[in-house]
């Protein structure tokens, strides 16, 4: 690639011969002056300099680079390329302390190794390349891609995010970056979806993460060793798509209360029911369903295409693109070879993935956290008021520490837990994390909450306008109470927590 220095750069100042330079690397626009959005008059003062600094004034810089990467000619002298990260280093991403977890930035972890490091750098390249550039596009659209999910699934991304640990062998990917099977576990899905959650673009993280996340580990653990076979291969591989069917009209975190029900006749059940906020319910293929059999709840593998079975997208607030439903089930015949664990004992089945849907939330919702206050902490040393940045103002900087101190105790308290998981049995996991997950849920989404209020006040007007700078803010701020009500609203987390801890204590011999 050609190298310019500053005097062949500026020579390259007119419509006719158009180049800028930015971040060191330098770009043709002559083809480009009347296609951008304030026209070339925007562009003509500029050209032929170091247009670095008028740039980010404007724009979101990665996401914009990365759709105009073709543009570039050269290099500027003096500038080296930027390096692609090393994921081996003792620091990666941004450096711009808070604005990764702390184990990114050279903080000393037990919990990490060379494998997470290896994956953290997976990832984030699947994630900067197929999810970065495009997510303003797909928010606009209200549609996230087919392709996404399929690319995810080819990859491998969607077989991390099951719960399973240590790596199982009917997954049908090997762990990726030649991580052991016996070394996976929690802190390595914990990686998978911060990561994913960093676009800042709930739709996409739903559309990917819910189906692996909340629907099919119910087939994973309970389902027949044919329906095993037929299923989970399909979806992980992202030939497929799987959704949670709970939530009716009438009944939210009260799982116990559901409408639906499920009459035997002969070889099959006849649900009859509708369920509401199904996320991914659009575009399902399968459908996890829950009804009320007589004694009590069965889970069921639903079909599309079978008779009585529809669905209708719902709009909602934030989320958008991912696929969230009304689904209707007028008659719909299921064969007893899809019943999904013991007949009437479906609420365990549902109850037992209840820490893991939970968790992944948090994980979602604590990285969406940390994005708004990155893009404000960016801001507050871009932007200039009364002759001096957003930063140095004392009030700014006052919104900033509230958030970070916010995110890092949240980050830190879902480690800890992660941990704990990872040196208890299930069993004990299911009795002694349920009440601090919950409890991590409620802190996390109104973590979220808080930041991204914070982080719309510091950015003012581009905070409030779809795209652009503030963009990402902008959308967290719509996906805010997506993380806050599903997998059981802050309210119920917080009562159940305090219950949980109460019924542990006593357990323990603690006196009141």
Not at 149 to 165: A, D, I, N, P, R
Not at 472 to 491: L, N, T
Request: hydrophobic share 40%.
């Amino acid at each position: 690639m050609k190298t310019f220095t500053v005097a062949e750069l500026a020579s390259h100042s007119t419509a006719e011969s158009a180049f800028l330079a930015i971040d060191g690397k330098v770009y043709d626009v002559t083809d480009f002056l009347d296609a951008h959005p304030g026209g070339a008059r925007i562009l003509l003062p500029v050209l032929g300099s170091d247009a670095s600094d008028a740039f980010r004034l404007f724009h979101a810089v990665s996401p914009v680079l990365y759709k105009y990467r073709q543009l570039v000619v050269g290099v500027l002298e003096g500038h080296e390329l930027e390096a692609v990260p090393d994921s081996t280093g003792d620091t990666f991403g941004n450096l711009v302390a808070f604005s990764e977890p702390g184990w990114y930035q050279g903080q000393f972890s037990p919990y990490y190794n060379e494998g997470h490091r290896r994956l953290r750098g997976w990832i984030r390249n699947l994630v900067d390349t197929h999810m970065v550039p495009f997510v303003n596009e797909w928010d606009a659209q209200g549609e996230i891609p087919a392709s996404l999910y399929q690319t995810f699934g080819k990859e491998g991304v969607l077989s991390c995010m099951v719960g399973m640990s240590p790596w199982s062998d009917s997954l049908p990917h090997q762990a990726p970056v030649g991580i052991k099977p016996e070394e996976w576990n929690l802190f390595h899905e914990l990686i998978v979806i911060d990561e994913i959650s960093r676009p800042g673009c709930g739709g996409a993280i739903f559309a990917l993460m819910l189906g692996p996340n909340i629907a099919l580990p119910a087939v994973m653990n309970f389902a027949s060793p044919a329906m095993k076979e037929r299923i989970v291969a399909p979806v992980l591989r992202g030939e497929k798509t799987i959704c949670l069917a709970i939530t009716e009209p009438y009944v939210g975190s009260d799982v116990a209360g559901i409408h639906s029900t499920a009459e035997e006749d002969g070889d099959s059940f006849i649900i009859r029911g509708e369920k509401k906020w199904i996320t991914n319910g659009v575009w399902a293929d399968y459908f996890v369903v829950a009804a009320k059999t007589g004694k009590g709840i069965t889970l069921f593998l639903a079909e599309r295409g079978m008779k009585g079975l529809s669905t209708r997208a719902i709009k909602c607030q934030g989320n958008g693109g991912s696929g969230t439903a009304f689904v209707i089930f007028d008659g719909v015949r299921v064969p007893k070879s899809n019943i999904i664990g013991e007949l009437h004992k479906g609420f365990q089945c549902i109850m037992k993935n209840f820490n893991h849907e939970r968790f992944g939330i948090c994980i979602a919702a604590i990285r969406s956290a940390r994005v708004c206050y990155e893009d404000a902490m960016a801001h507050a040393h871009r932007r200039k008021t009364f002759g001096k940045s957003l930063f140095e103002h004392g009030v700014i900087r006052n919104k900033l520490a509230n958030m970070a101190r916010q995110i890092e105790a949240s980050h830190s308290w879902m480690e800890t837990l992660a941990y704990q998981h990872t040196q208890m049995s299930h069993a004990q996991a299911m009795t002694q994390l349920g009440g601090p997950i919950a409890l991590l849920k409620a802190q996390a989404t109104q973590t979220l909450e808080y930041c991204a209020r914070e982080a719309s006040q510091i950015l003012g007007g581009l905070s409030y306008s779809r795209g652009g700078l503030g963009g990402r803010i902008e959308r967290i701020y719509r996906d805010v109470r997506g993380y806050a009500i599903p997998g059981g609203s802050e309210e119920i987390m917080l009562d159940l927590g305090m219950k949980q801890a109460h019924k542990i204590s006593v357990a323990r011999g603690a006196k009141f």
